[in-house]
């Protein structure tokens, strides 16, 4: 990340705090309108938080007390008006994207300032999801549509009794849980296996949706450019990117699309089992998950990789098994 990007994302916070006060001044504008009280009400309370801060300061405890009802009191005659303009009284606060950082993109406390998980997501995106996420709008479950699968039981050439349509069924109601139980330690990661066109980039597409709403970071990559990215890195050439690795291990979601299409070695195999035995591990004191997909066969796996990554997988991950036509050539 360099910094007229970074700079570019922070301008975009500015930009999105502005956008918040100006709309929340319109809506005051159209509110005193209708009943100019509230108006007299906002203006009281702002110079009364300064009177009660110096109260705070110099004044006795009866005093500052006398300042908190009358604070109390203006607040409930506000709330009591905006019920009878049929609003809460959360309509005089700025409507921020994300609440938790208030568009500022860090979290301030005593402790310390930390990034927000919107504002690592936007790092993530420019740096890692902009090729390979790019269709989120797109791709969610309201546009999942079971009927491109078939209906048809073939248990000779899908080596399955269910038909595709059913087994896709089945892997959306894992998906939905997966989301659901995100936060437990219990529920197992998501391996996506079977040929190409098939709905797995678009299932994990859709199970990322639903978590980024959750303010969950989301990393997604190929395996060829994650592992070739961390070697980089571990090599320190000069165009690797040093947050590469912590922010593999970091990200709430991390997605590794194409398992299988990389190249072969030992330092790749060591790479990928330190990624996923770390993340299993929760060695950040963070539950992490990861999502795979890959047109290889538990057996395919077995047969190329070492024996320690594919324990992993089968141990620590529920095993989804796509099967049926491709269904590009049924969206044409």
């Known amino acids: 990340m360099n910094n007229p990007q970074f700079k570019s994302i ?30 007299e009400i906002d203006s009281e309370l702002s110079s009364h938080a300064i009177s009660t801060a110096k109260a705070m300061l110099s004044s006795g405890k009866d005093t500052l007390e006398d300042f908190i009802s009358k604070k109390n009191a203006l607040q409930e005659e506000r709330t009591t008006i905006l019920k009878t303009l049929g609003k809460n009284p959360d309509f005089l606060l700025p409507t921020f994207e994300c609440t938790l950082c208030k568009d500022t993109g860090y979290i301030y406390s005593l402790v310390g300032d930390a990034p927000c998980n919107c504002l690592k997501q936007e790092l993530f995106n420019l740096e890692f999801n902009k090729y390979n996420m790019g269709n989120l709008e797109k791709e969610n479950f309201k546009n999942f549509d079971c009927s491109l699968y078939s209906d048809v039981v073939d248990s000779e050439k899908y080596d399955s009794d269910i038909s595709p349509r ?51 970071t989301v990393l997604y990559q190929t395996a060829p450019v994650l592992l070739d990215e961390v070697i980089s890195c571990r090599l320190n050439k000069p165009d690797a990117n040093p947050n590469i690795l912590k922010n593999i291990l970091n990200a709430d979601l991390l997605i590794i699309d194409d398992l299988g299409t990389e190249s072969i070695n030992s330092m790749k195999f060591t790479e990928l089992f330190n990624i996923l035995n770390t993340r299993l591990l929760n060695q950040n004191k963070r539950i992490t998950k990861t999502i795979i997909s890959t047109n290889f066969s538990l057996q395919e796996m077995y047969s190329v990789y070492d024996e320690r990554i594919v324990s992993r997988i089968v141990g620590y991950y529920t095993v989804c098994k796509f099967f049926g036509d491709d269904i590009r050539f049924k969206k044409i």
């Open 10 to 39: 922070l301008k975009k916070y500015e930009q999105k705090r502005l956008f918040a006060e100006q709309d929340l001044e319109l809506r005051k504008k159209a509110l005193y309108s209708k009943n100019k009280r509230l108006e």
């Open 166 to 216: 059913e087994n896709i069924l089945n892997i959306q109601k894992i998906a939905e849980r997966f989301i659901s139980n995100f936060d437990n330690p219990e529920e197992k990661n998501l391996l996506f296996r079977g040929q190409s066109g098939l709905g797995k980039t678009f299932l994990s597409n859709c199970i990322a949706n639903e978590l980024l709403k959750e303010k969950k």
